[in-house]
C-alpha cells in the first residue's frame, strides 16, 4: 500500500482511497476487511476484493457512506473520521496467501480519534458489555424499518461472536420480526451493531415511529472462539 487519502464529494459523501501496488511477477488479489472507524468495528466481515496484474498500481475506493450508514455514523460521533483500520492481504490466482492478513491502521485526524460511548449499559457479565444507543427512525427514503443499535465491548481475552438466537426479540410484547448480522470481536475491542426491524411488522402493530416503541426485549449469544458458550445476554429496554 503505497498512499492513501480521504475525499469528500460535493454532496457531503466521504471515500477512502488506497494506492495499491504490485511488485511481483504475477496476478494478486488484494482484499480488505474488519474495517473499524475511531476505534469502533464497523464491519467485521470482507469488504472488498480487487485483482492486480503485475507490475501495476490501482486505487481501492472504500464508500465509507456504503460501510456505515451516515445516520448510524451521526449517532456514534464517527462523521470526523480520526483513524481507520482494516485487516489487508493478498493472495494468488490460486487463492493461496502471499502474505499474512496484517492489521493496518491509517491516521487522518489524530485529534478526532474517538467515538460516541454514551447510552444505557443494559448487560455487563463475564467481560462482555452492551450499550444502548436507542432506536433510530427510517434512515432513507426506501425504508421505514426501525433500527436498534447497540455498541458491543469485549473485555475478554479471547474473541467473541455475538449473534442472536432464533425468535430473539419482543417490540411492546410482541414478537418481532428482524434482521441481525453477527459480529465478531477480537480482545479489548467494541463494536457496533444495528437491529433493524421490519416495516411489515411495524406496520401490522400500528408503530409508524419509534416512539410508538415503548418497550423491547433481546437476546443475544455469544461465543467464544471454540463455540463454546461465552454467555447469553437477555437485554430489557425501556423508551421514554
Not at 483500520?85 to 502471499?98: K, M, R
Not at 427512525?137 to 426501525?146: A, F, L, P, Q
Not at 481475552?157 to 448480522?181: E, F, H
Not at 479489548?188 to 408503530?207: A, Q, T, V
Amino acid at each position: 500500500m503505497v498512499s492513501e487519502a480521504l475525499v469528500t464529494d460535493k454532496d457531503g459523501g466521504k471515500a477512502l482511497l488506497l494506492e495499491v501496488e504490485n511488485n511481483t511477477a504475477e496476478s494478486v488479489s488484494v482484499t480488505t476487511s474488519g474495517i473499524s472507524i475511531n476505534n469502533l468495528v464497523v464491519y467485521d466481515g470482507l469488504w472488498s476484493s480487487d485483482s492486480l496484474n503485475p507490475g501495476t498500481r490501482k486505487i481501492l475506493t472504500l464508500s465509507l457512506d456504503s460501510l456505515l450508514e451516515p445516520a448510524f455514523a451521526e449517532k456514534c460521533a464517527l462523521e470526523d473520521i480520526g483513524n481507520l483500520q482494516l485487516s489487508f492481504a493478498a493472495e494468488n490466482t490460486d487463492s493461496e496467501e502471499i502474505a499474512p492478513s496484517k492489521a493496518l491502521e491509517i491516521i487522518l485526524n489524530k485529534k478526532a480519534a474517538a467515538y460516541d460511548n454514551s447510552g444505557d449499559e443494559v448487560y455487563n457479565e463475564k467481560g462482555v458489555r452492551f450499550v444502548s444507543k436507542g432506536l433510530l427512525g427510517s434512515i432513507n427514503e426506501y425504508s421505514n424499518d426501525i433500527y436498534l443499535l447497540v455498541i458491543i465491548h469485549n473485555d475478554t481475552d479471547k474473541s467473541i461472536t455475538v449473534r442472536d438466537p432464533y425468535d430473539a426479540l419482543s417490540v411492546n410484547g410482541i414478537m418481532a420480526d428482524y434482521s441481525l448480522s453477527s459480529l465478531t470481536l477480537e480482545p479489548g475491542k467494541s463494536g457496533l451493531l444495528d437491529l433493524e426491524i421490519y416495516e411489515s411488522f411495524l406496520s401490522d402493530n400500528d408503530i409508524s415511529d419509534p416512539e410508538d416503541i415503548s418497550t423491547a426485549q433481546m437476546t443475544f449469544s455469544v461465543k467464544g472462539e471454540d463455540y463454546k458458550d461465552v454467555t447469553e445476554a437477555k437485554i430489557d429496554l425501556a423508551f421514554e
